[in-house]
């Protein structure tokens, strides 16, 4: 598989997939017009990538704002990588997040709590460039 890149849009986020290194990277503000138009072709790109690849996984999110419905594809990429957590493919989570922003990280602990996989909420923020 290629590596895959998203520029990221007025209201889409940046998205870089390296599948040498396993490393998933989402970054930015996501409130796109249509979520499934963006995030559909994303999703799919992840499920043929976990299976055809026994590549460990990790999603580094850098997520500043999503809207609810870019929230909901979301948790179905954290789903499927649950998935092949559960299938024994080795997969892990970060999610950094600006500590001084209360409601997200509650949200995003929130979230943490759904999932068996490695999962690390860092407080920290890091720019995307920063990566």
Same mark, same amino acid.
């Given at each position: ?14 998205? &870089? *997939? ?6 998933? /990277? ?9 979520? =499934?138009?963006?995030? &559909?072709?994303? %999703?799919?790109? %992840?499920?043929? *990538? ?9 999603? &580094? ?14 948790? @179905?990429?954290?789903?499927?990588? /649950?998935?092949?957590?559960? /299938? ?14 209360? +409601?997200?990280? @509650?949200? %995003?602990?929130?979230? =943490? /709590? @759904?999932?068996?996989?490695? *999962?690390?909420? %860092?407080?920290?923020? +890091? ?5």
């Amino acid at each position: 598989m290629t590596k895959l890149e998203i520029e990221a849009g007025n209201s889409s986020p940046s998205v &870089r *997939f390296d599948p040498e290194s396993g490393l998933l /990277e989402i970054g930015g503000e996501s409130y796109p017009e249509n979520s =499934k138009e963006f995030y &559909r072709p994303l %999703i799919g790109w %992840i499920e043929e *990538f976990l299976e055809a690849s026994s590549q460990p996984v990790t999603l &580094r999110l850098t997520v500043t704002y999503m809207n609810t419905s870019s929230t909901k594809y979301m948790i @179905d990429i954290l789903d499927r990588l /649950e998935a092949a957590h559960d /299938e024994g493919h080795a997969v892990a989570v970060e999610w950094h997040c600006d500590a001084e922003n209360g +409601r997200a990280l @509650d949200t %995003i602990e929130e979230l =943490k /709590e @759904d999932f068996e996989m490695p *999962f690390e909420v %860092i407080s920290e923020w +890091r720019e995307p460039d920063e990566w």
